[in-house]
C-alpha cells in the first residue's frame, strides 16, 4: 500500500476574500493570523510552493495597539544606504503619522517567507486601509471577528 500526498496546483487554487476588523486588536497576534491565511495554512491542502493563500481586507490599520509599553519603547531601524544613515522610530510615531499602516504591513512582511517571489507575491494580496471604508465590497469578503476569537487579542487601552 502506497500513499502519496496530494500536491495542489496553481491552476486548481480557489481564493476567498476575508474582512477584519483592526480596532483594540494586539498587532502580533493580528499579523500571524493574516501571515497564516496569506499563506494558505489554515487549508487541508497546503502547498508550501504554491500561492494558495486568501485575499485579506484589514480596516482601521490605525487604531491597533501593542501590549505593554511597546508604543514608545520598541524601536524600528532602517538605513538609508548612505554612511551613518541608520534611522529609528517608535510606533506611536508610524502610528500617528502619514502611513500608519505601515506597521501592520512591516509586521506580517516579517512573518512571511524571507524575501521570496513567493512572499512577494502574497504580501501583494494584503490590502491595509486606516479608516473604517474599503474599496472592495465588490468582491464580497466574509467578515472575521477576530477580537471575539480570543480575549488576548483584544487589549483595552
Known amino acids: 500500500m502506497k500513499s502519496t500526498t496530494a500536491?495542489?496546483?496553481?491552476?486548481?487554487?480557489?481564493?476567498?476574500?476575508?474582512?477584519?476588523?483592526?480596532?483594540?486588536?494586539?498587532?502580533?497576534?493580528?499579523?500571524?493570523?493574516?501571515?497564516?491565511r496569506l499563506r494558505g495554512k489554515h487549508r487541508p491542502d497546503y502547498?508550501?510552493?504554491?500561492?494558495?493563500?486568501?485575499?485579506?481586507?484589514?480596516?482601521n490599520v490605525d487604531k491597533v495597539?501593542?501590549?505593554?509599553?511597546?508604543t514608545t519603547d520598541k524601536v524600528y531601524y532602517r538605513h538609508t544606504g548612505h554612511p551613518g544613515g541608520v534611522k529609528e522610530t517608535t510606533p506611536a510615531k508610524v502610528l500617528g503619522?502619514?502611513?500608519?499602516?505601515?506597521?501592520?504591513?512591516?509586521?506580517?512582511?516579517r512573518m512571511l517567507p524571507k524575501e521570496s517571489p513567493l512572499a512577494r507575491k502574497q504580501m501583494t494580496h494584503l490590502r491595509l486601509f486606516s479608516g473604517s471604508q474599503h474599496d472592495h465590497e465588490a468582491q464580497k469578503p466574509e467578515t472575521i471577528d477576530f477580537k471575539a476569537k480570543s480575549t488576548k487579542n483584544v487589549r483595552s487601552a
Open 47 to 59: 502547498t508550501p510552493h504554491v500561492d494558495c493563500g486568501d485575499y485579506v481586507v484589514v480596516t
Open 7 to 36: 500536491s495542489l496546483k496553481p491552476a486548481e487554487v480557489e481564493k476567498k476574500w476575508i474582512h477584519i476588523d483592526a480596532e483594540g486588536v494586539v498587532v502580533g497576534r493580528l499579523a500571524t493570523f493574516i501571515a497564516n
Open 97 to 109: 503619522g502619514r502611513f500608519p499602516e505601515r506597521v501592520l504591513e512591516k509586521a506580517v512582511e
Open 65 to 70: 495597539v501593542f501590549t505593554g509599553k511597546k
